[in-house]
């Protein structure tokens, strides 16, 4: 495990050399600006959510990003089959059950992808993934009730048991295989209070598979690629409006060298 930081450079090296597209089912509040990231990063988005392509653009991709935010039935079955088609090509798949607890839409069909499709990474925040393993929890909305800490075994376990890593974003990130746990304490508060910075980091997750065989070191590499975009912006904005903006400058000028020097991976 040692190496990480500058691994995390090595990757943002390659995304901005390779450009994988990465292929997004994501939500209407955040399209533009998970989009607008993606770039940023090197990476080149599409969004593409049609039952009757996304056999083909998943073909194409280099990850694939589920994100449940504003989920319909339709779209739920546009994610069980690119991802599945996903998994037949060997194309990395990331889920993000935004909401996931708060309503049985969403449980229900966050547990049908990774139980009928699969997928190679989970991101979401610490009640998310604590209702993926447990009926009782609930969420408020979309954001969390509980602490990384809270959910920290439970992620253990779930990883364990569907064979993929798992990562809770929070004040300092946990990625598990269930086996090897890595935390990044990048990131700053105010974050937290700019709709989607969630989901960007999940979309900069599938970028990071694209180029990392080892899912844990790509989830947790990218998490804090996003956690020093985000004190970077902080450092220099008044307020969340200002910090989104700045955060998308932010994770353009980020270099690799930058990134070995200011990633904050431990195990």
């Known amino acids: 495990m040692e190496g990480l930081a500058q691994r995390a450079a090595e990757c943002l090296a390659e995304i901005r050399e ?17 989009a607008n990231a993606l770039l940023a990063c090197g990476a080149s988005p599409v969004m593409a959510h049609a039952l009757e392509e996304v056999e083909q653009m998943v073909s194409f991709a280099g990850a694939l990003v589920l994100n449940i935010g504003t989920l319909t039935p339709p779209w739920v079955e546009s994610m069980l089959l690119a991802a599945k088609k ?45 209702s993926l393993t447990d009926s009782a929890s609930r969420t408020k909305g979309v954001d969390s009730a509980h602490s990384v800490d809270e959910a920290s075994q439970a992620a253990r376990d779930l990883a364990l048991a569907i064979d993929t890593p798992v990562a809770i974003t929070g004040a300092v990130d946990l990625i598990t295989d269930g086996k090897r746990t890595l935390r990044v304490a990048n990131g700053h508060p105010m974050m937290t209070k700019v709709t989607g910075t969630g989901c960007l980091a999940s979309a900069i997750i599938g970028a990071f598979l694209a180029v990392e065989p080892d899912y844990l070191v790509a989830s947790a590499a990218a998490l804090a690629y996003v956690g020093l975009a985000g004190e970077r912006a902080a450092a220099v904005s008044p307020g969340p409006g200002s910090l989104q903006v700045n955060m998308l400058d932010a994770l353009y000028n980020i270099s690799p060298a930058d990134l070995a020097q200011g990633a904050q991976i431990r195990a």
């Open 18 to 34: 390779k450009q994988p597209l990465i292929h997004n089912i994501t939500n209407f509040v955040v399209m533009n600006s998970t």
């Open 86 to 130: 996903a998994r037949a090509l060997g194309v990395p798949a990331i889920l993000d059950p935004v909401g996931s607890g708060a309503t049985a839409l969403r449980t229900e069909s966050s547990r049908r992808i990774i139980n009928q499709a699969g997928v190679s990474v989970v991101r979401g925040n610490a009640s998310e993934v604590l």
